[in-house]
């Protein structure tokens, strides 16, 4: 992970310079990819890190994108709708944390799964308070008094702080001793507890937090397209960002850059065969679980290793995730 | 009261389909700990090649059966198991899991785009005319469902408890490791699952054509609640699958018939969690202690 | 004061009877030893009393504090640790990172692990202890690249981290070669020397005859005899409950 820094560093500057070069279409498409980025760290601190299914991380987004909506509506500051979103998607990451300290993968899948649908039917129901299938339309983006952030290249700058926030937190979070203890999880749930783990603090822990980065990215994603309806938080949505978080990388730091970005943009340069796109995508998929099972995060590491035997002579095996 | 049994009956009709779905996704888990995320599209496929032998090839309705049987086992059951299975079982469960998702989005989009995004009507197999048990009104086709679906799955009750084949099938789905020190070739018997799962699904789907009409993405409902049913009733068992299939296929109906038809899915998943909460292993379910 | 004691510990599995009443002390500074055939309950008892498994009844007390059916990782915290006959490590994790494991949760509150970042005490420690155990030249290699010697040492190292009252080993020497298991004998006794008390479980009769000033023999959940390796060598129970009629 700790090599992870400079690459970082660098994508930093390449974000902060590319809004001038590129048109508004590919600006939404790279701040689209921030949100992604953000929901993918998410999922990939809950499941590849600490190895919980979550097949319900639509529904904290949506959490975090009706908050937002919901309170713009009535004119209350774009921030406090996030940070009440991000709590409540907290909350909720916690309430999931309990079944998942009681039963084994499969069941966790189902109870993460019916959640989500929960979530979409009372979404889809609860008409006066979001709009029911219509949603609600032109959601407001954030204002700093005289500075305000409607503009769509503004508002990139703006989802980029937010990006860089998680993106920090996130590495602080697993360099640091929770880290630890949630590889531990997934490695040997049952050693880890017999070295004091605690399995209930950590995997309790470990939902809140991804659903609170979910809550964010939800946050972030409602004002990028000013208009939200149930059909963006159905179960397809989750699997799409399980769909990132494995084909990056499960587990690895790397992953859910590299996972965001072939999801978006892969779709971009299909354009123009807009059914074929999915196809093509299931197909990768497949074939990429067959050849490269743990991500694509893998081809990085090959190129970082090529780098690295031309500059210097090789120090250490290993590495830490 | 007349009313609520005739929805009962209704829902028992359609639960059995469920049912058979459920049993072969919960064979899968036994003996060879899949997860099968495209359980909905192994019913869809052969839904399709039913439409393309019963209704455009015009072949006699057994006999488009029987094709649809064999184009199923063969592509569903031995090509998904030698092609995809065997590789990535040794990956643990997450990556099949993941390949599994991605075959059913293969092959939902590309019936969707390679054949028609439109819902194809099927002819009703059994007649719809209506019979009446004294104040009870039940049509031919629920009656003839619930009997199909009762014969196929007493074949495989007879099957796994009655043949040798079925016993290695319960050793492989007991103890791996043991079964196969015990001279059982488990990879053969995977296959056999597979093959059997598949024979299953298009049973389903040939039942399921006339009700549903067939469209690309009927599978993700249908999965759905393959895999719920397999969870309310018990995923190790068979008859908890069978028990989980019929409860989705009632509740579903009454639910519609008496609750506002957009929370119909909200009380099949309220039972849902009540079960993960208070018997996780399923109402017929045996419990997993840990290994 | 006994350091644990174990009063009519019971476990059932379905309709199997795994562990009957078994009722034992350990002393503070003892090497006990803990033998019996395949299927007597003895890996079992160890999983009862370190919290990997509920047991169906009895009680188990620790320095006087009832820890009966508590979490592994509360009888951790408490001063107990073990290792495992089938090695249980984390295979993608460094050697070092596995100690720090094995440290980190012993100290501090859930927030504070969040917070700290200092780990050079826990480092030290780690280090130290891989050296003891010679194997600190392999800190940086993943688990699972270490042989299975190796593997071993790594497993002891792990349970020697939180400097535990109370050290339980699951046939440490399974699988061992000769010289190893001179080697971990006599790093056993050392620590045992230095205060720390041993439980063993071990199928090497020389092994546990020659470490362990007393032994328990366990038989299809039961406890059948107890005494010096002496004793215990002649007792016609134990030679029937190893050998049958």
Redo the contacts between chains.
Sequence with gaps: MARARWPLLAALALCLLLPLVLDQYKLYVLSLTLVYVILAIGLNLTLGYAGQISLCHAAFMALGSYAVAILGQHRVPFEVGLVLGVALAFTWGLVLGF?AL??????L???T??FN??VF?VL??WESLTGGSFGISNVARPVWGPVSFKSDRAFYFYILGWTAVVVASAYW?L????G??F??IR??E????????????YKL?AFAIGAAYAGTGGALFAPLLGYIDPGAYT?DRS?QF??MV?LGG?GRFEGPFIGALVVTILPEVLRGSE??Y??I??????IM??FM?KGLVGLWDLAWRFSRSRSSPST???S?? | MADFVQLCIAGVSIGAIYAMAAIGFVLLWQTSNTINFAQGEFVVLPAFAMVLFFVILKFPFVAAMLATVIVSTLLLGVGVKELLVTRLLKMGVLPLVIATIGLSLLIRYSLQQFWTPLALPFPAIFSREPIFLGTIVVSLEEIGNILFAAVVIALLQLFITRTKLGWAMQAVAQNRALASVLGINVARLVTITFVLNAALTAMAAILIAPVYLVKYDIGVGLGLKAFYAAIIGGFNQIRGALLGGLLVGVVETLSAAYISSHFRDAFALIILIAVLLLKPEGIWGVKEEWA | MALLEIEKLTKHFFRLSALSGVSLSVEPGELLGVIGPNGSGKTTLFNCVTGVLPPSGGHVRFRGEDITGRTADAVYQRGIARTFQLIQLFPEMTVLENMLVAAQEKTGTLLSRLLRREETQETARARELLEFLGIARLQDNLASNLSYGQQKLLDFGMALMSDPQLILLDEPMAGVNPTMIKNLMGHIRELNGRGYTFVVIEHNMEVVMSLCRRIIVLSQGERIAEGTPAEIADNPLVLDAYFGR
């Design positions: 079944p009681k039963v084994k993968h499969h069941y899948a189902m109870v799964l019916g649908i929960i039917l889809r129901n979070i360099h640091s001793r929770w630890r203890a590889r531990a490695e040997n049952m050693r880890a507890e017999v070295v004091g783990v605690s399995l209930r603090n822990m179960l699997i399980l769909m494995v499960l059914g074929l999915l196809i995508y299931a197909l990768a998929v497949i679980m067959l099972p250490s095996s290993a830490l995730r």
